[in-house]
């Protein structure tokens, strides 16, 4: 039976033909049902010029985050595999496709690009490195986000970090897998602001992931925290 594999390319200022390379390579390595790419707050002529790519582009006037930009994206797929790659492109299309497979054959309920890993290949140097559960190359079964889905709560870049929290709280199978990994320049990650923001995000992350493993204490912390809406909630 065919397992059918649908990708998600969250942008945010990309380079167009950075962007368009990729999307071919990802249509040849993988052959998914369907590339769909999630670009906020596009600049003047961008939408236009990415729209002879093979795959579909959904525009929105306004920055959501990576993290709510790959969750709309996930929502409106209908495969049996959810896929995710940074338009960077800094993980090539085949080591993505080494994190499919895993999901796709049925060895594993969420696939995470590591460049930790003891045999990642990690090409260039990095100047600022987050947690390396960012690495933009993640697959999991949709069944799978069916669970974790209404858990979700992060808009940015802390939104991998508890992806992986919840899938673990909720005992899915978790599977790391080493990638290769080229750096790129003009990231829009800022070292101080966003490692602040990461911080505070991965204590919310790990509150969330206890109260599911129904930890007493941080049920009764819930009790008197204002929280806002899953992301799936949010119109």
Not at 50 to 55: F, V
Not at 210 to 220: C, F, G, N, Q, V
């Amino acid at each position: 039976m065919t397992t059918a594999v649908g990708l998600v390319v969250p942008a945010y200022r990309p380079d167009v033909d950075r962007l368009a390379a990729y999307v071919r390579a990802l249509r040849e390595e993988l052959a998914p049902v369907t590339v769909r790419v999630e670009l906020d707050a596009p600049t003047e002529g961008v939408r236009d010029s990415l729209a002879g790519l093979p795959a579909s582009v959904n525009a929105v006037p306004y920055r959501r985050g990576k993290g709510a930009a790959v969750t709309a994206g996930f929502e409106a797929l209908e495969t049996d595999v959810l896929a995710f790659a940074d338009a960077d492109g800094a993980t090539p299309a085949r080591s993505l496709a080494d994190v499919v497979a895993l999901v796709r054959e049925g060895e594993t309920d969420l696939a995470v690009g590591s460049r930790r890993h003891p045999q990642a290949e990690v090409a260039t140097h990095q100047t600022f490195r987050l947690y390396d559960y960012q690495c933009g190359a993640k697959a999991m079964a949709a069944g799978a986000w069916d669970r974790v889905r209404e858990h979700i709560y992060e808009p940015g870049f802390a939104w991998d970090v508890e992806l992986v929290a919840v899938a673990g709280a909720l005992d899915l199978r978790v599977t790391e897998v080493p990638v290769e990994w080229y750096d790129r320049p003009g990231s829009t990650v800022s070292p101080v602001r966003d490692s602040v923001r990461l911080a505070r995000a991965l204590l919310g992350a790990r509150h969330r992931a206890k109260r599911l493993r129904d930890s007493r204490l941080h049920a009764a912390i819930a009790q008197h925290r204002e929280e806002s809406p899953a992301l799936v909630e949010q119109k």
